[in-house]
């Protein structure tokens, strides 16, 4: 989730407004070198109104797997880029895509983050993170969704779900980390990802930053004019996740968010169960966790504190992934 949502949208009503108003100048002048009547210009207008508004409409829909996803194949970068001791590692979905990942150990690591990019670029556009999670001592696991960078496969909302799955698998069953111990963290689409996975495994916590509380509410916030609700093809309800997860829960937000308001994340937080803990950051949408520094660091020492004392009630039986 980026500026291109922001982009494309004006684009997209400002090509259309250009088109309309040019059309419109058009039918005026023909009507009236033909003498028309102001009824006949009338319903002319409404017609280029309606067809207008059929065909953005119908781009939209047929538009939207770009605006949601916007992967990068290139992987130049890796973590001992920056200096950090790395696994590459492939794992393979319940469809038999083979996906790319990293794992980045820390010392001592109480904790593993399972961590879930967003919409655009691939893990290589996380080193910046990766850095911090590792300085704060904690393992990283960090995943490509299929179509990204080295993983194989076209990015779809059930695709990604599988691809967690895989992940979350990968950590538990190859790598022997205890569920308790793995923190699941999403950065905007990817917190709807993570939050989806921690209603179907056991796990330590539940971070989300930068998120929205569906594809809907998005899509209605770009475009609230038209028929969003009707045409949307994906789904992700992030806040209906949450509100199903029984697992402490972070979320964590920037004011200044450009791309997905800061009440989203309020919402976010209000839909949780105890326990849960609501952040504050600066800054935009892609950098508010570099912006705020060392603000963002202490609430993840803090929340890491929390977790370490935790002793969970009983909570529901989740499905073991197999």
């Not at 108003?21 to 009507?31: D, E, G």
């Not at 937000?253 to 450009?258: L, Q, V």
Request: aromatic residues 14%; charged residues 20%.
């Amino acid at each position: 989730m980026a500026w291109r949502y922001v982009l494309l949208a004006a684009t997209t009503w400002l090509r259309v407004l250009l088109a309309l108003v040019v059309t419109l100048w058009v039918i005026y002048l023909v009507a009236k070198a033909r003498k028309g009547s102001i009824m006949s210009i009338g319903w002319s207008i409404i017609l280029v109104v309606f067809l207008a508004y059929t065909i953005l409409a119908l781009a939209l829909y047929f538009m939207q797997p770009s605006f949601l996803y916007s992967p990068v194949r290139q992987v130049p970068y890796n973590p001992g880029d920056i200096n950090l001791h790395f696994e590459n590692i492939v794992f393979e979905t319940k469809d038999r895509l083979k996906l790319a990942a990293w794992f980045i150990p820390a010392e001592n690591a109480a904790f593993t983050v399972l961590f879930c990019h967003g919409n655009g670029g691939n893990m290589t556009h996380r080193l910046d993170t990766i850095n911090i999670l590792n300085e704060l001592g904690l393992n990283c696991f960090i995943f490509d969704y299929r179509g990204y960078g080295a993983s194989e496969g076209k990015p779809s909302e059930t695709g990604t779900y599988h691809d967690v799955e895989a992940a979350y698998k990968w950590l538990t069953q190859k790598k022997n980390i205890p569920p308790e111990k793995i923190i699941l963290f999403g950065r905007s689409l990817g917190g709807s990802i993570a939050a989806y996975l921690a209603t179907k495994v056991e796990a330590g916590a539940l971070i989300i930053e930068s998120s929205f509380t569906s594809y809907v509410d998005i899509g209605k916030k770009f475009y609230p004019y038209m028929p969003v609700r009707m045409a949307a093809r994906f789904s992700y309800p992030t806040i209906d996740y949450v509100r199903s997860v029984h697992l402490p829960v972070m979320i964590i937000h920037s004011r200044n968010d450009e791309v997905i308001p800061f009440e989203f994340g309020l919402r976010l937080y209000d839909a949780a169960n105890e326990p849960k803990e609501f952040i504050e950051i600066s800054g935009s949408h892609n950098d508010g966790f570099l912006f705020s520094g060392q603000v963002y660091r202490n609430a993840w020492s803090s929340w890491l504190d929390f977790l370490k004392d935790y002793k969970p009630a009983a909570k529901p039986a989740l499905k073991r992934i197999s």
